[in-house]
């Protein structure tokens, strides 16, 4: 997968430039947010082969699956044509899919305008469509054959947006980089109030360049991949029981809550390090969440990808900057845990 890092509009355009030589067709998947929000984008995109998904995780499915590849087979696109993805992660998740199985496969370029797409939805391969209320029940692995890394559009988030991607930043730093840790826990009040590109832009570095390396280990989510689900059993079993109201990062700061507090009752991180934690995703002023059903709750976790044989795989601190699997995990203690939220 060839990472392109981008700073100004005209390297931006000439890329896409580049991929009409490189491609016969290009078909550009988008959302009218990430249109309205990004000029840039009506000046790249073909007016006969793009598609308008629906919004936010409502695009991840089946029907909207079925509409793009008609609509791709309508176009002719063939198998010397490209995807080319633009938005946040649930577009990603959307075109990773069809490009893998339009024709058994086409080519796909990912270009994510979130954070959170740019640190890690658009990193790794996984695609995925929802079915009813559960997350990513149906997907495949496929990398995309180039990505488009273009900070202006950082610019467009809204802070809701950043914060988002600021969870994905987090969860690398507690599994895997207690000096990205540090690093947050210094400039957090910076980070929510100025957009430093530079400083933004190196630690999107840090974060492809830690899950490219835990991917290259295990691209199919047998072993040490499942570290980075760190925070994610309880946030997408949050996001169903919201009925996808409450978003994808603002789910996993509270599975991070939930986990960080678990690796504490086990000794495995001290009181001092789980506080720093929790002031650390305090100081991001989530909103405090509407008190849910339990037990609702934990039927999605029942059905999370990550039981194998009814046994949770369930991921856990070492200590800040190492995580490591529990099996067979007492579904329990996570249930008794979900009164700290």
């Known amino acids: 997968m060839k990472i392109h890092y981008l700073n100004l509009e005209e390297n931006f355009t000439n890329q896409i430039k580049r991929y009409h030589e490189q491609y016969d067709k290009l078909f550009f998947i988008t959302q009218n947010p990430i249109l309205n929000q990004n000029p840039i984008i009506n000046t790249i995109i073909h007016t006969d082969h793009h ?151 190196s630690i999107i570095k840090k974060c492809i360049k830690h899950k490219l390396h835990i991917v290259e280990q295990d691209q199919y989510d047998q072993g040490i991949r499942n570290i980075l689900n760190f925070g994610h059993t309880v946030g997408h079993a949050l996001e169903s029981c919201s009925d996808f109201k409450i978003s994808h990062g603002i789910a996993v700061f509270h599975g991070m809550r939930i986990a960080s507090y678990l690796s504490y009752k086990k000794n495995n991180i001290t009181m001092k390090d789980y506080n720093r934690i929790i002031k650390l995703i305090e100081k991001i002023n989530l909103d405090k969440l509407q008190k849910m059903n339990h037990n609702k709750i934990m039927e999605f976790i029942r059905v999370d990808k990550k039981n194998i044989n009814e046994k949770l795989n369930y991921i856990l601190l070492k200590k800040i900057g190492s995580a490591y699997i529990e099996k067979n995990f007492d579904k329990e203690n996570i249930k008794k845990a979900l009164e700290i939220l």
């Open 51 to 201: 598609y308008i998904c629906s919004d936010k995780e409502q695009c991840k499915s089946l029907e909207e699956y079925e509409k793009i590849i008609k609509f791709l087979s309508s176009k002719h696109c063939n198998k010397n044509s490209v995807i080319i993805s633009i938005g946040g992660g649930t577009v990603t998740d959307l075109c990773g899919f069809v490009s893998s199985s339009y024709m058994r496969g086409i080519a796909h370029i990912a270009v994510p305008t979130t954070l959170l797409g740019m640190v890690d939805a658009a990193i790794g391969g996984k695609t995925a469509l929802n079915i009813g209320q559960i997350r990513n029940l149906i997907g495949s692995y496929k990398n995309p054959d180039s990505l488009i890394i273009y900070d202006q559009f950082l610019h467009t988030l809204s802070k809701k947006d950043i914060i988002n991607g600021y969870a994905e930043i987090l969860k690398y730093a507690l599994i895997m980089d207690e000096k990205l840790f540090i690093e947050i826990e210094n400039n957090i009040d910076e980070l929510l109030s100025n957009m430093n590109l530079d400083f933004i832009q």
